[in-house]
């Protein structure tokens, strides 16, 4: 029988999951990279920041989330339009191997996934074809032996981001056409909000905060009766961010910049708040092209994927050091942030 710890803070595709006895290790935490042109994903060790274990799945995997006890990792797999339908891998992380596959809707493709922080659902939003509507989000029901999809909740359009509130009352998911759309996890009621953001985004733990990639970084509050923009932060050049991480305290935020192949660091003095600064040390140079970021449940080190290549960039989240550069497969995708609150019992 599964116990259900603290809650769960969601990242996309890039996975920590925390699964050694205590005192074997400093961080007792793995990256889970999803590879969309390897189909595979890499197990990296946080500790020795070596690749572990190398796991076949699906066609063209895009993102990856666990359960609150990072029992099981749910990888979802786009597969190709108009040939291979989408689906999703279910990875136990005791024995690193593929324990079932949950087949999305049949011509539908997932872009990314998140569970719940009572570990009962997954989330996985779909489209047709590539930035094709009809578009839903998919639920998976992650209880059933084997996980299935059991609802198909419509969406505007074509999405891209998704992340549960720290509650789980609430999931949210951002569309191509700079939406941010708002599901009532328990009525399935969708709620469009427009210009607020089209790519990436992270919440806070305290699930009163989102920062979100619209140009620059957007700080949302989502204690109001409506998502209400607080502060917009813009860093010049033509940066654009693709992946948003926010640290476990909530007072530090991690954002990549495909374009210019670094990661910018912002400073959020006090939680809520509205007054958020970059970092003097930012820019961060990464690899090639960056798309997903995350941090350990520790709040120590941060994990990039560089999508045009073929590793991942592991920061000092405190010193902003680069401490290691693996290989991975090709193209680790690695969208939003899925952090694991679960900590290793002895």
Same mark, same amino acid.
Do not use: K
């Given at each position: 029988m599964r116990q259900f710890l603290a809650p769960l803070v969601l990242v996309p595709a890039v996975v920590i999951v925390t699964h050694h006895a205590v005192g074997a290790c400093?961080?007792?935490? $793995?990256?889970?990279?999803?590879?969309?042109?390897?189909?595979? %994903?890499?197990?990296?060790?946080?500790?020795?920041?070596?690749?572990?274990?190398?796991? +076949?799945?699906?066609? $063209?995997?895009?993102? +990856?989330?666990?359960?609150?006890? +990072?029992?099981?990792?749910?990888?979802?797999?786009?597969?190709?339009?108009?040939?291979?339908?989408? $689906?999703?891998?279910?990875?136990?992380?005791? &024995?690193?191997?593929?324990? $079932?596959?949950?087949?999305?809707? +049949?011509?539908?493709?997932?872009?990314?996934?998140?569970?719940?922080?009572?570990?009962?659902?997954?989330?996985?939003?779909?489209?047709?074809?590539? &930035?094709?509507?009809?578009?839903?989000?998919? %639920?998976?029901?992650?209880?059933a032996s084997p996980p299935v999809v059991i609802r198909n909740i419509s969406l505007p359009s074509p999405p891209k981001h998704v992340a549960v509130d720290p509650k789980g009352m609430k999931i949210y998911v951002s569309d191509i056409s700079n939406n941010l759309n708002v599901i009532n996890a328990a009525s399935h009621a969708v709620t469009t909000y427009s210009g607020l953001t089209g790519g990436a985004f992270a919440i806070n733990p305290q699930g009163n905060r989102m920062y979100a990639a619209s140009g620059g970084l957007k700080i949302i509050d989502l204690t109001t009766a409506s998502p209400t923009v607080v502060q917009t932060l813009t860093f010049g050049g033509g940066v654009g961010l693709s992946g948003v991480a926010v640290t476990p305290d909530g007072r530090r935020v991690f954002g990549t910049d495909q374009s210019h192949n670094n990661m910018r660091v912002v400073d959020v003095p006090c939680s809520p708040c509205a007054s958020a600064t970059e970092n003097g040390a930012s820019p961060l140079v990464t690899g090639l092209s960056p798309m997903g970021v995350a941090v350990d449940p520790t709040g120590a080190t941060v994990f990039v994927g560089n999508y045009a290549g073929t590793n991942v960039s592991i920061f000092d989240a405190n010193t902003f050091l680069l401490l290691a550069q693996p290989n991975v497969g090709t193209n680790p995708r690695a969208l939003g942030k899925f952090v694991s609150s679960f900590m290793a019992q002895p």
């Open positions: 400093t961080n007792c935490s $793995s990256a889970v990279i999803a590879n969309q042109s390897s189909n595979n %994903v890499s197990v990296i060790d946080a500790d020795s920041h070596t690749v572990t274990h190398t796991i +076949a799945v699906g066609t $063209s995997p895009r993102g +990856a989330a666990f359960t609150p006890e +990072a029992d099981l990792a749910y990888v979802v797999n786009y597969g190709v339009a108009f040939s291979v339908d989408g $689906s999703v891998s279910v990875i136990s992380t005791a &024995s690193w191997a593929v324990t $079932s596959t949950v087949a999305l809707p +049949a011509g539908t493709h997932g872009v990314n996934i998140a569970v719940n922080p009572q570990g009962t659902q997954a989330y996985v939003p779909t489209e047709t074809a590539l &930035s094709t509507c009809p578009c839903a989000l998919s %639920v998976i029901d992650t209880m």
